[in-house]
């Protein structure tokens, strides 16, 4: 939510209930019983202010988070496109760490031992306001990456296979 809000479009109340609902469904298939999930978004919110204000510690795991975004694999490229991909893994690892940290809440940070300084948020507050006003200009895959990937990958995550790229238009279904 905190992602829409920051880089797209804010949802409405019912659309964060849909989205929550469509989640849910993630977790039946990643074997997680409805019972040990939060019913609602309400729920669920309450939920997370509780892990971050109290549960959530810095543990080898983060780091492990943070070093794969700052270096993201290469998705499948066409062979033109091949060389430029270590100079779009710089950028792409930047953003993606500059976007993760910044959207965690600030106490969240301070327990990590994140910095985060005003020149972070300045760049972030751009890239936010570039993404937002380029976001009725995306393919609405990109707008939708969450349920629709999932139904996309239903069978795959049934088998277990949980890494895949992102689907390609003569992929998807």
Do not use: K
Request: contains cysteine.
């Amino acid at each position: 939510m905190a992602a829409h809000e920051r880089f797209g479009r804010p949802f409405t109340d019912e659309q964060r209930e849909q989205f929550w609902v469509q989640w849910r469904s993630l977790g039946r298939l990643l074997g997680i019983r409805g019972r040990d999930l939060p019913a609602d978004w309400p729920r669920l919110r309450d939920y997370v202010h509780e892990m971050v204000d109290g549960e959530l510690e810095h543990t080898h795991a983060v780091e492990e988070v943070l070093e794969a975004l700052a270096r993201p694999a290469a998705p499948e490229l066409p062979v033109p496109c091949c060389p430029l991909w270590p100079v779009a893994r710089v950028q792409l690892g930047h953003f993606l760490g500059l976007s993760t940290v910044g959207l965690l809440p600030p106490a969240l940070r301070w327990r990590f031992g994140l910095s985060w300084t005003r020149a972070n948020e300045l760049e972030l507050r751009v890239l936010g306001t570039a993404l937002h006003a380029a976001t009725p200009l995306m393919p609405a895959s990109l707008r939708n990456a969450g349920p629709g990937y999932l139904r996309w990958r239903r069978e795959a995550i049934a088998r277990g296979d949980v890494a895949a790229a992102a689907p390609t238009p003569a992929r998807r279904r």
